[in-house]
């Protein structure tokens, strides 16, 4: 089925490690993006890619780095993890500045920092 | 800042038509009003979107004030796989990403 592919979706960290969150998408859309979830909160932006070559910050940045490897590929990367960043990671994609269009966005990835 | 505002909850009976509110008092004239929804350990999903003229998709309808200040996403005939947290949210259709609020846990009784 054509989405938003994430991997891994569960994974446990130490704190302190690093790791890289993979994200793909497979509609040919423009513009992709980063948000974290956590419980019982709605979802806030970390990173977006407006177009490829192209990436800006977004609500909640510190702690995170991306990297738009390609039209298809947003991974997002915690250099040090940190307990604070226990949360539901979630990618989407959209097409760029068409208000139509909707967001898709895949199942997610369960983080959790010890 | 969300830039909208909804009820925390709501329940419904199975089978009866369900009406979800949301206040936009401050919207601008070009902002669209997209309304997702999360099921219970699942990403966000599309419902619906609209701008001024009321619109009708098989999942949902949605009825825009006229005045934009509000807008209301119904669901004709809800089902127990219904249940979820549903966002209103407006955008101005730039790519810089969707604000999400706490949005509205609809609970469903059968």
């Known amino acids: 089925n054509a989405g938003v592919t994430q991997t891994p979706k569960f994974q446990v960290l130490k704190t302190g490690q690093s790791m890289t969150l993979q994200c793909a998408q497979d509609?040919?859309?423009?513009?992709m993006y980063w948000y974290r979830q956590d419980p019982g909160m709605g979802l806030r932006l970390i990173y977006y890619s407006a177009s490829e070559g192209t990436t800006d910050k977004g609500e909640v940045p510190n702690g995170y780095n991306v990297s738009r490897l390609n039209k298809r590929e947003f991974s997002l990367r915690l250099e040090s993890a940190a307990p604070s960043q226990t949360s539901v990671y979630f990618c989407?994609?959209?097409?760029?500045?068409?208000?139509?269009?909707?967001?898709?966005f895949g199942s997610g990835t369960r983080l959790t920092v010890v | 800042d969300a830039k909208t505002t909804q009820p925390n909850s709501m329940e419904s009976n199975e089978e009866e038509p369900v009406h979800l509110p949301c206040n936009h008092s401050?919207?601008?004239?070009?902002?669209?009003i997209h309304w997702y929804r999360q099921l219970p350990s699942q990403g966000p999903e599309y419902v619906i979107h609209g701008l001024t003229s009321n619109v009708n998709n098989r999942m949902a309808s949605l009825a825009i004030a006229e005045d934009r200040k509000s807008s209301t996403l119904i669901l004709h005939r809800a089902t127990l796989r219904d249940a979820a947290v549903y966002y209103c949210?407006?955008?101005?259709?730039?790519?810089?990403?969707?604000?999400f609020g706490k949005g509205t846990h609809l609970i469903i009784q059968p």
């Open positions: 401050t919207i601008s004239g070009t902002d669209y």
């Open positions: 509609m040919n859309h423009n513009s």
């Open positions: 989407a994609s959209s097409e760029f500045s068409f208000p139509d269009y909707g967001y898709t």
């Open positions: 949210i407006r955008t101005g259709g730039g790519a810089d990403g969707l604000t």
